[in-house]
């Protein structure tokens, strides 16, 4: 069997799928994934869509316009809702408190009277973040402590999804990267272009987690769909390592001198907002009920690598 076909397996076939987010980079892992046997509805901020499919709609919506959002759910009639739609800006969102209230919670309450309404079954994505990193590894049943507004707001879009009589699957993930076209750059791509003009980097050692590759993020999520599983899953890369040793591997994937990255502490950085220090997660259920389990980091940066070549082949050199 061939990798294709394992992946297939793993994907829903001639369901009618809603992606909120869906030019953002798991947005569009989805797409990629689901569209080729799924009639897939996209929903994004920017008018105007680059992705096209059999299949495929584009509708223009910002997800805090509520009673827009609802009433294209009545329309649209998906079975299944993936919100992937985010303020995702750790420090931004801790400057501009209301608004991410007004996306990675409010939005939410929508998405769930829209989903009630058609009887959607609604995968809202959420984040490491909502832990404290004191007591890793993480498992789906242990306690949640938010540190800032970001991991805040995205345990409010839990808490308000188990409060409602809907449908729902909740999957937490963590250092997101991948190559997509037109995305903002990940963590990836911020070292690798970095390394790239010659600079010497600084990153932190003591923040620890699983860098998770967005199409692996992906695949876990078509599972669930496929499987019809509700609750909780933890879907992340196999592997827990420090930003700092994430980016040695960066360059050593990249043929760049790991040796002009230097360790830091986070102190140092006065980043706005407080991060949790290791929020590793356990990949327990996943593998028990998913029966999947994601690339570790090295492999995971031979598909971000291969798929970076194939981007720049067809963009003519200008991808990221
Ligand atoms: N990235 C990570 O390391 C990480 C870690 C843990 C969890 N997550 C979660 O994973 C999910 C996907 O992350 P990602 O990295 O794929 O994010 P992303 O690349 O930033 O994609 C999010 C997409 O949603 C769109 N969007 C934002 N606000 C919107 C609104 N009000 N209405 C409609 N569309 C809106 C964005 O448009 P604009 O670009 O125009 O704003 C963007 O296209 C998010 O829920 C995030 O919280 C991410």
């Not at 220090?277 to 690598?305: G, Q």
Request: one cysteine or more; charged letters at 25%; proline letters at 5%.
């Amino acid at each position: 069997m061939t990798a294709e076909d394992v992946l297939q397996e793993f994907v829903p076939y001639s369901e009618r799928i809603l992606i909120t987010g869906c030019h953002g980079l798991l947005g569009q892992k989805l797409f990629t994934l689901l569209s080729p046997t799924n009639t897939i509805i996209g929903l994004d901020m920017q008018p105007g869509t680059h992705l096209s499919g059999r299949d495929y709609s584009y509708h223009t919506l910002d997800i805090t316009r509520g009673p827009d959002l609802i009433d294209a759910i009545v329309e649209l009639r998906p079975r299944y809702i993936i919100n992937t739609a985010a303020m995702t800006g750790v420090d931004h969102c801790e400057d501009e408190k209301e608004a991410c209230w007004r996306v990675n919670v409010l939005a939410v309450e929508s998405l769930i009277k829209g989903a009630r309404k058609v009887g959607a079954h609604l995968v809202q994505v959420s984040s490491d973040y909502v832990f404290n990193g004191k007591q890793p590894p993480y498992c789906e049943t242990d306690r949640t402590d938010p540190l800032g507004y970001y991991g805040k707001s995205k345990l409010a879009s839990e808490n308000v999804l188990r409060g409602s009589d809907i449908s729902f699957t909740i999957a937490r993930t963590q250092v997101l990267f991948g190559v997509a076209p037109k995305t903002r750059p990940n963590f990836v791509d911020f070292i690798r272009l970095k390394l790239e003009e010659g600079l010497e980097l600084s990153i932190v050692d003591d923040q620890l987690g699983n860098p998770t590759l967005a199409d692996d993020l992906a695949t876990g999520i078509a599972r669930i769909i496929q499987l019809r599983n509700t609750g909780i899953y933890h879907i992340s890369g196999s592997e827990s390592i420090s930003r700092y040793e994430f980016a040695c591997k960066i360059a050593a994937a990249f043929g760049e001198d790991p040796s002009r990255i230097k360790p830091i502490k986070t102190a140092q950085l006065k980043q706005k907002a407080p991060r949790p220090e290791n929020s590793t997660f356990c990949l327990d259920k996943i593998n028990r009920e998913l029966k999947f389990r994601p690339r570790s980091t090295i492999e995971a940066l031979m598909v971000y690598k291969e798929q970076l070549h194939e981007l720049q082949i067809t963009t003519g050199g200008n991808a990221k």
